[in-house]
């Protein structure tokens, strides 16, 4: 492998990553990015491995010896601290990220996002080691222009909905809205560690993930996850595309959302490892504004996308409208609006998005279909016990 240069036309020495929560969809995305492309050694840590399963067999693959996993819950494993200080830089991951959960396991979700994200920051405190933490663009909560009134000509200035890293407020609702101790949560760890490059010295970087989406993004219910199981956007509509049933509109399905596609934001992610000097002491956004649309229209454009790539006719009734009561149960709050500003990311990293809206749901339901649709099939085949 040709050396790799950064940014700044130096050679990257190859180094260790500790990456917690490498088994989920972008840790997956990411280890197979570093393998491939790079000399880096991956510790991947996490409860689960069957995204990276094909990444750590056989022996005889090209990166056997640079990736290896650690089945490890960080809630209480004592190894963790020993593979925090045999890495140069860990990368933590680790979450409970499905808005499903927020209002109905709060307490995990606090857990999770904060308290289980503790021990990590102290121990790359401790040892000198440089974090990469992932938080989210919720913690922006809703937009400042959500508080207008709704013909007020000031909701079309972006001033009132553009997300920026540096000035932007976090808005959350009130706390008997279950929806944001997941926000909040990672809005205080996001603090914690500010606090800690301020006052200790430590080395971060901080990720605000905007809506990536791609392959292997959660599960799909009854198949590799739960049946009554809720996952994000993208794996519920693919699962009622593949079970041609409805796509189902919460509230109308009038919020918007910006998507990345997955690999785009993970050269994003590859740029901060190699280039520490400009990313240390950051907070990024990291999504594709150029990628708006309705929850609406993502159903209509996934419907239209799924019937190219399967060849199936479309449903006469393609979505049906559900209430957030019905859907997630009480306690649900959206975010209204995303559009992450990319000033600081352009200016340090000189990093932008590629992929359309469209192309990049092509690739998705291309894998769902290819990945799903034998199975959903047999699933439906099979008689229900009465
Ligand atoms: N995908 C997105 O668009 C998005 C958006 C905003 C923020 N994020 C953040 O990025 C991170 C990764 O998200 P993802 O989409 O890959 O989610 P994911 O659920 O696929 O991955 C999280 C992984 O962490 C592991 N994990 C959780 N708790 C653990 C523990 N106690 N010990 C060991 N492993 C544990 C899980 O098993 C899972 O494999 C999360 O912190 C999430 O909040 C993602
Ligand atoms: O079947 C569905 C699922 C979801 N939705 C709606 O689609 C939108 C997006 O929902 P997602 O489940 O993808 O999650 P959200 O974008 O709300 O939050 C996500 O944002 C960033 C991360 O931190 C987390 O991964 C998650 O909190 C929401 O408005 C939701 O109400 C539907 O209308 N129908």
Excluded at 33 to 55: C, F, G, Q, S, W
Excluded at 178 to 196: F, G, H, M, S
């Amino acid at each position: 492998m040709a050396a790799r240069m950064d940014l700044d036309g130096r050679p990257i020495k190859p180094m260790t990553i500790c990456m917690i929560g490498a088994g989920g969809f972008i840790g997956s995305h990411l280890c197979e990015k570093l393998m491939a492309e790079t000399p880096h050694k991956v510790l991947a840590l996490d409860v689960y491995n069957d995204k990276i399963k094909r990444l750590l067999e056989p022996d005889s693959l090209p990166w056997a010896g640079r990736i290896e996993f650690h089945r490890i819950n960080i809630k209480h494993d004592s190894r963790l601290e020993g593979l925090v200080k045999m890495a140069d830089l860990t990368i933590n991951l680790a979450a409970i990220c499905t808005p499903a959960d927020y209002n109905t396991r709060p307490l995990d979700t606090i857990y999770s996002n904060f308290i289980d994200a503790l021990p990590v920051v102290k121990y790359c405190s401790e040892n000198s080691k440089r974090l990469i933490r992932f938080s989210t663009c919720e913690v922006y909560g809703k937009t400042i222009g959500s508080f207008l009134p709704k013909d007020s000509p000031l909701r079309k200035d972006p001033a009132y909905y553009v997300l920026k890293e540096d000035t932007s407020p976090c808005i959350f609702g009130s706390i008997e809205k279950q929806r944001w101790p997941y926000a909040c949560a990672k809005q205080l760890i996001e603090r914690l560690i500010y606090a800690e490059g301020a006052e200790s010295g430590l080395d971060f970087t901080i990720v605000r993930p905007f809506n990536w989406i791609g392959p292997r993004m959660d599960f799909i219910p009854g198949i590799d996850g739960p049946s009554e199981g809720v996952p994000r956007v993208l794996a519920c509509f693919s699962n009622n595309l593949l079970r041609r049933e409805p796509l189902k509109l919460v509230d109308g399905g009038q919020s918007q959302r910006t998507f990345v596609y997955i690999k785009d934001a993970i050269e994003a992610v590859l740029l901060m490892i190699e280039n520490p000097d400009r990313a240390n002491g950051h907070i990024f956004n990291v999504g594709n504004p150029n990628n708006e649309v309705t929850v609406r229209q993502l159903a209509e454009m996934m419907t239209q996308v799924y019937t190219k790539v399967s060849g199936e006719p479309m449903l006469q009734s393609p979505s049906i409208d559900v209430s957030s009561k019905e859907f997630y149960g009480e306690g649900y709050d959206d975010s209204d609006k995303r559009i992450p500003d990319m000033t600081i990311i352009n200016k340090q990293l000189g990093w932008n998005p590629k992929t359309s809206l469209w192309d990049l749901l092509e690739s998705t339901l291309t894998y769902q279909y290819r990945t799903y649709a034998e199975a959903i099939k047999k699933s439906m085949a099979k008689p229900t016990a009465s």
